[in-house]
């Protein structure tokens, strides 16, 4: 039966699971109700989380801090539920600079950003998922709460047509057009189509198929699915529905009314600047935006035109935007995992934004009312947590204080305990360091260790490195890409050290890291508050001989506190496994790609995440240029790097390669498509 969630899993659920989650199906049978999952790291939450889905049969958005985490998680649930619609949806640039103002250098900075194709194609077929069926997960970052567009106006630009319609052949490329969609009729690509005598060929911007649809004079005769490669049709439809290729979606009338609005708003803040004794600012506001007016007028579109959303969309100052929770139905369910994480990120997002832009208004280069292209506050978020399920090992106040119940996972069905946890000095933590990993290098077990500092993370890796140690580092300035391929290349045993600082905590699986090593473990703070302690402990909790040596000097308050709660969970475990005569077996898993398939290399490619650069499969001469390109930027040739950069650009079409690059550093042990740079992610 179609809309139904099918959990597929070889195993039920053990240990405490059945439990957990007999006790939130029953807290959702209540309406509202707000439950929070406390689970140790390897307790199995998102099988826990996937029977949850399918006992209740509602659609689902589970929300993670991160691309990575996200794309973990929705590996994850596409293989819990193969035979449903299991969505991905974060951010879809690969290259970001927000448009900023710093007015004590005087310098503004203008947006730029390189649109990830792939990315986008998940995020439309997200909301068309959302839009026909029920059975529809949707793993999402803290993106799904920016501004996408009203939904009523996306649901009202569907093109919808079926076989023995009447059809003028002029009007339905017109509705083509109108729902962004580009005639190309030698190169069909997603958002594109195509007209041949009495064919139409459409490629949709969200699927993997193509539809071509056959007229007999203005009757539609057929309308098939193809491959758009081969051209081979695939089944055929009584009628279908094509999709806005694009969330933004406005009309022309609309775009007449807004100019009118925008032009006011424009006059009266010109008058102000001007009334102030300030002829610069006046000046730069009004030739910025009647050029953005006659680029709307005229082309219907204009760099920055989210900036205009309240005015094109109809909603007076201060409405709430349309976001991606708009479309899920009142009855669905929300899962915030890592939400001691996830929650305070969302809550930060709107001053954040608003900080911004208030200079942008303030100097001249924005009209207000681009203060309401923004995130939903924390006041519009929080009612769509009507039936939510915080997860976290380590829940924060937020959660405690407003769940109607907690649940506890604290059993591992592999009966691995929470680590050992060693206080060791953290004079001379370095030495003591590298004695405590080469046994464990040497028996062919992995080893994470934070550092406090990005700085420090590279030094070292590059001290560790010198020493004959294979190791590498990992910091934000990483892109989500190189970040995935580090970690799946540490599972391999390309090397068996990963240096970092606080990227190494939630929702990371790596069964093959048996020690962890925090340094400085007694500076107290946010990265070492008990909270990300207990979570960077949990790094071991997946294999048996796991083990966490803190470097301290002294005692603080958040190391009795997470020492004492590991401590408590390792008693609960092995009381379990005594209990059942489990002997404790380390976790063994599967070596797989973080990201999800969709945005990694070719099936055909034998080295996986090889020739991917911001997140396309690249052709081998692409892949040797911009090896070349790299390495004209470390001999500090600018132009041959520019030029090649270009080249790269034309060859694959409308990919965006950053411009701005800072040199490697002088020395350094990390292999190339590692090392960092100032891309501005």
């Not at 949709?204 to 649809?213: E, K, L």
């Not at 005769?221 to 081969?230: A, G, K, L, N, Q």
């Not at 009507?386 to 996972?409: K, V």
């Not at 590498?472 to 190189?482: A, N």
Request: glycine fraction near 6%.
């Amino acid at each position: 039966m179609e809309d139904r969630f099918e959990l597929v899993t070889p195993w039920p659920p053990a240990g405490d699971q059945p439990e957990a989650i007999e006790k939130l199906v029953k807290g959702f049978e209540t309406q509202g109700a707000r439950q929070t999952l406390l689970g140790v790291t390897g307790s199995g939450k998102t099988f826990t989380m996937a029977n949850v889905i399918e006992r209740l049969q509602r659609p689902t958005l589970v929300m993670a801090h991160n691309k990575t985490l996200a794309a973990q998680l929705y590996s994850e649930f596409k293989e819990f539920f193969p035979n449903n619609s299991v969505n991905y949806f974060v951010s879809y640039y690969d290259y970001y600079q927000p448009e900023a103002y710093m007015p004590a250098q005087d310098i503004y900075i203008e947006k730029d950003a390189s649109i990830n194709e792939r990315i986008e194609k998940l995020r439309l077929a997200t909301t068309k998922a959302l839009l026909e069926r029920r059975d529809v997960i949707v793993v999402a970052s803290v993106s799904c709460i920016y501004g996408l567009g009203m939904k009523k106006n996306y649901e009202e630009a569907i093109f919808r047509f079926a076989v023995g319609e009447r059809w003028d052949r002029r009007q339905f490329i017109t509705r083509l057009l109108d729902n962004y969609y580009t005639r190309n009729d030698m190169d069909l690509r997603p958002g594109f189509f195509r007209s041949r005598g009495e064919t139409m060929e459409i490629y949709p911007a969200y699927s993997d198929s193509a539809i071509r649809v056959l007229f007999f004079d203005d009757e539609i005769e057929r309308i098939e699915e193809i491959d758009p490669v081969s051209g081979k049709s695939t089944g055929e439809k009584e009628k279908t529905g094509i999709f806005p290729a694009q969330h933004y979606v406005t009309t022309s009338d609309a775009i007449q009314k807004a100019a009118k609005q925008i032009e006011e708003e424009m006059e009266r803040c010109v008058s102000e600047f001007e009334s102030q004794g300030r002829p610069l600012e006046a000046q730069r506001l009004k030739m910025r935006t009647k050029y953005d007016l006659e680029m709307l007028l005229e082309v219907g579109y204009c760099s920055g035109i989210e900036n205009y959303s309240r005015f094109l969309d109809g909603r007076q100052p201060g409405d709430t935007p349309g976001t991606l929770m708009d479309f899920f139905p009142q009855d669905s369910l929300i899962f915030i995992d890592e939400s001691h994480m996830t929650l305070p990120q969302v809550r930060g997002m709107y001053n954040g934004d608003r900080a911004r832009k208030t200079v942008l208004v303030e100097h001249g280069f924005r009209l207000p009312s681009c203060l309401d292209n923004r995130p939903l506050k924390w006041d519009e978020y929080e009612p769509h947590l009507r039936n939510a399920l915080f997860i976290s090992a380590t829940p924060g106040d937020y959660e405690f204080d407003h769940s109607d119940q907690i649940a506890e996972q604290l059993i591992r069905p592999t009966g691995v305990t929470d680590p050992v946890v060693e206080i060791h000095p953290a004079t001379g933590q370095v030495d003591d360091l590298i004695a405590e990993v080469r046994p464990v290098v040497e028996r062919g077990d992995r080893v994470l260790v934070s550092t406090l500092t990005k700085r420090s993370a590279e030094d070292l890796a590059e001290y560790m490195a010198e020493l004959g140690i294979k190791v590498r580092y990992i910091h934000s300035e990483l892109d989500t890409f190189e970040r995935a391929e580090l970690l799946r290349d540490l599972r391999l045993g390309v090397f068996n050290v990963l240096v970092g600082v606080n990227l190494l905590r939630e929702g990371i699986d790596l069964p093959e890291v048996s020690l962890v090593a925090i340094l400085d473990a007694d500076r107290e703070g946010y990265l070492r508050a008990h909270r990300s302690l207990i979570q960077m402990i949990g790094r071991a909790a997946r294999n048996q001989a796991g083990k966490v040596i803190l470097y301290a000097d002294r005692i603080t308050d958040s190391i009795d506190a997470a020492v004492k709660e590991t401590e408590r969970r390792r008693e609960v475990q092995i009381a379990f496994n005594e209990k059942h005569g489990i002997t404790p077996q380390t976790v063994v898993k599967a070596v797989k790609n973080l990201l999800p398939a969709e945005l990694v290399a070719d099936e055909d490619d034998e080295t996986p995440g090889d020739g991917v650069y911001l997140g396309r499969v690249a052709s081998p001469n692409i892949r040797e240029m911009e090896k070349k390109m790299w390495e004209a930027v470390e001999r500090l040739d600018f132009e041959e790097a520019a030029e090649l950069r270009d080249r790269i650009t034309e060859l694959k079409g409308d990919a965006k390669v950053g411009t701005e690059h800072k040199n490697y550093r002088r020395k350094t042990t990390q292999p190339k498509k590692y090392r960092r740079r100032n891309s501005k992610k």
